[in-house]
């Protein structure tokens, strides 16, 4: 990826640039752009890693979503990429997606579906052999309700280190599956604080899409990007989530002239345009639940150049202030915790419940939570407030979570 290949050479430019955190690697360079959605042919696609996949950069990431005629109206928009998971509300967003797409009549070829298969927090005391069994379990039953004869890329879910995904008996699950052709493609989606693990997977050149949180709130992280550029040599097919740091607790954690920042669909488009201008990120995607959010996501497929407005959202230094509170996954809070609490996972039951709406998954995430570890073994002593680099307001979204589950 060569910087120069993608920039634009004016100095406005370049320091518009800079300030929207553009300048770090593998960005395009274009402004002036306009949010419209024209004739389909004019959407962006990009090549998935080695795979050959061929998609859209923007796909449906269908966890949120209970409505099949959303669903209809994300394959009639363009879509072509579905991502669901085993534990999606409880196996009825896999359902939903299989019978949608055979409702269609869609050409199995046309589509590319994606699953995942957690394995859950009790797979800590678990013995290789055992997880290879609840891997496999969980795949039929994810296949079974799909009713498809294939998934195009199947996720080890939500991988935390690379031990989970190097397991020599999880590498043995996939590659039957891909033997028998349950599956063309093997993956892990991570959350966490993913460079090393990412980098890792790129020497190892086994998994071959690896589906991972990119937001604007990484800017300034330097190991994020040079993974990405190792990982996008090597091949691997990136995929992007969390794209549009959709968390609306933000305004509760910012000042007053800060909140109007997460009000409107300016940092919607803005957000996913800015993950999208890297090209080593072949698609993303978002968790839309609405009709008019779709469209807010779809015309970002046809112009990532970013408008007046999107411009001007991040030159502004209160979102860049705002934008300081997304929870990275990194895990360095946890030795703060007397407890041990396992607040990234905390956060994230947080994100799911008081942003997304999603409290079915948010009830699960905390399920999944390794026994003692969880929200009953926090004393709100406090300690974690100061620990987070990133000032993410720890206490408080754990006081959220004791209102709502305890
Ligand atoms: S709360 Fe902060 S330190 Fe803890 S995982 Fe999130 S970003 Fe990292
Ligand atoms: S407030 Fe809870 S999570 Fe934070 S350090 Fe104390 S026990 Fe741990």
């Known amino acids: 990826m060569d910087r120069r290949k993608f920039l634009g050479n004016s100095t406005k430019q370049l320091v518009l640039l800079n300030l929207m955190g553009l300048t770090t690697t593998g960005a395009i360079a274009s402004t002036s752009g306009s949010n419209k959605v024209t004739d389909k042919s004019k959407i962006i696609y990009r090549t998935l890693g080695k795979t050959g996949i061929n998609l859209p950069i923007v796909s449906m990431g269908v966890m949120n979503a209970n409505n099949p005629n959303l669903v209809k109206a994300a394959w009639d928009s363009g879509i072509r990429h579905f991502d669901t998971a085993w534990g999606y509300q409880n196996g009825n967003n896999e359902k939903m997606v299989g019978s949608v797409l055979k409702e269609l009549n869609i050409k199995r070829e046309d589509v590319t579906v994606s699953t995942k298969i957690s394995l859950g927090g009790g797979s800590d005391r678990m013995n290789s052999k055992e997880k290879k069994a609840l891997f496999l379990k969980r795949f039929d039953e994810s296949i079974s309700r799909l009713n498809m004869d294939y998934v195009d890329i199947l996720y080890y879910h939500a991988a935390r280190k690379s031990e989970e995904v190097n397991d020599p008996l999880i590498m043995e699950a996939f590659t039957e599956l891909k033997e028998k052709k349950k599956i063309k493609f093997p993956g892990f989606s991570t959350h966490d604080d993913w460079p090393e693990m990412v980098k890792e997977a790129a020497n190892r050149k086994f998994y071959e899409v690896i589906l991972l949180s990119f937001n604007y709130s990484m800017f300034g992280d330097q190991r994020v990007f040079d993974a990405l550029k190792v990982a996008y040599d090597a091949g691997i097919g990136l995929i992007a989530m969390k794209t549009q740091c959709k968390q609306d607790w933000y305004r509760r954690g910012v000042p007053a002239n800060q909140q109007k920042f997460y009000e409107g669909t300016t940092m919607n488009s803005a957000l996913l345009k800015w993950a999208l201008k890297y090209e080593f990120i072949t698609t993303a995607v978002p968790g839309f639940t609405t009709y008019p959010q779709l469209e807010e996501d779809m015309v970002v497929s046809y112009n990532l150049a970013f408008t007046k407005e999107e411009e001007d959202f991040f030159r502004s230094k209160d979102v860049k202030l705002a934008i300081q509170s997304v929870c990275r996954h990194c895990g360095k809070c946890i030795d703060s915790c ?30 999944e939570i390794e026994p003692g570890k969880g929200l009953d073994i926090c004393r709100d002593c406090g300690s974690c407030i100061s620990k987070c680099q990133y000032k993410v307001p720890i206490s408080d979204r754990i006081s959220d979570l004791k209102e709502i589950y305890c």
């Open 338 to 367: 007397p407890q041990k609490a396992d607040i990234p996972e905390l956060m994230r039951t947080h994100m799911y419940s008081l942003s997304y709406g999603n409290p079915l998954k948010a009830k699960q995430t905390l399920s």
